[in-house]
Nanobody
Framework: QVQLVESGGGLVQPGGSLRLSCAAS????????IGWFRQAPGKEREGVSC???????YYADSVKGRFTISRDNAKNTVYLQMNSLKPEDTAVYYC??????????????WGQGTQVTVSS
């Protein structure tokens, strides 16, 4: 059974940092592409970042230069380091695994989400 378990969300002041983690298990594909989506109240879901099996990365324009995605294949864990956080980064963040090794593969599995709130 595939599982994606997110952790690391919380409340942070503007300009602060958080690191999200996504622990993956149960995949038949050894190292699928995994990424992060977010959804703020009243807004559409947005793709934030993705990392492929070979380490290639993708970032939405809104987070480029502030967020860094990485993966530790030995631990089956993907991380999203978020720096210089802004109030508009407030959202529920979802870990998402793709069907294949590349970030252009269709999304397949979703975690339960973790809340990130940026507020003073």
């Amino acid at each position: 059974q595939v599982q994606l378990v997110e952790s690391g969300g919380g409340l942070v002041q503007p300009g602060g940092s958080l690191r999200l983690s996504c622990a993956a298990s149960g995949f038949t594909l050894k190292y699928p592409a995994i990424g992060w989506f977010r959804q703020a109240p009243g807004k559409e879901r947005e793709g934030v970042s993705c990392i492929s099996s070979d380490g290639s990365t993708y970032y939405a324009d809104s987070v480029k230069g502030r967020f860094t995605i990485s993966r530790d294949n030995a631990k089956n864990t993907v991380y999203l380091q978020m720096n210089s956080l802004k109030p508009e980064d407030t959202a529920v963040y979802y870990c998402v695994a793709r069907e294949g090794y590349r970030c252009y593969s269709p999304t397949r599995y979703w975690g339960q989400g973790t809340q990130v709130t940026v507020s003073s």
